[in-house]
T-cell receptor, first 109, second 115 residues
């Protein structure tokens, strides 16, 4: 299957920006996604980016895509305690999503 | 419609027993997916249905696993002769069409513990 890599942990102070990074392997991926998982809950789609875009902004979220380096990042501005969760990047290949291992974001008040 | 529902939320079973999980997708969604998530990992694809047809199965889905979606609505995932390695969160998701624009809607999962 595809290999999607993420760093495991990130800790930021409330009000600061968070940047979560991801690398993927399938250069043919058309769409790349960010999901959020809160404790005991399923995955919630946060945003996605089409592979011919470099950047997408959606309120506090900014997605940056470097297709040459197969690098995807998610920036959360003005991080709040409610943003504490695990964040997964995912690439789509065929009819499947391939998820990274997830980055656990802890927001310190 | 309140989203994707999974039942039970938690299941503890003894090794060797059979277990069955149920997933009720969003009613107008024609595609239904099963994923497995182990601790510290992202979800891994198991299988998916389009309506009642099971179109893809992962190599992770051994002969002890079987999934059905008999009327194209709810789905069941059965694990026979459970092993400790089956302990995981089993996630169900659904989508209308390929889900390429909106991703999938995931349920909260069934956490299986095999003792």
């Amino acid at each position: 299957g595809e290999d999607v890599e993420q760093s495991l942990f990130l800790s930021v102070r409330e009000g600061d920006s968070s940047v979560i990074n991801c690398t993927y392997t399938d250069s043919s991926s058309t769409y790349l996604y960010w999901y959020k998982q809160e404790p005991g809950a399923g995955l919630q789609l946060l945003t996605y980016i089409f592979s011919n875009m470099d950047m997408k902004q959606d309120q506090r979220l900014t997605v940056l895509l470097n297709k040459k380096d197969k690098h995807l990042s998610l920036r959360i501005a003005d991080t709040q305690t409610g943003d504490s969760a695990i964040y997964f990047c995912a690439e789509r290949a065929g009819n499947q999503f391939y998820f990274g291992t997830g980055t656990s974001l802890t927001v310190i008040p | 419609d309140t989203g994707v529902s999974q039942d039970p939320r938690h299941k503890i079973t003894k090794r060797g027993q059979n277990v069955t999980f149920r997933c009720d997708p969003i009613s107008e969604h024609n595609r239904l997916y099963w994923y497995r998530q182990t601790l510290g990992q992202g979800p891994e694809f198991l299988t998916y249905f389009q309506n009642e047809a099971q179109l893809e199965k992962s190599r992770l889905l051994s002969d002890r696993f079987s999934a059905e979606r008999p009327k194209g609505s709810f789905s069941t995932l059965e694990i026979q002769r459970t092993e400790q390695g089956d302990s995981a969160m089993y996630l169900c998701a659904s989508s209308l069409g390929s889900g390429i624009y909106y991703g999938y809607t995931f349920g909260s999962g069934t956490r299986l513990t095999v003792v």
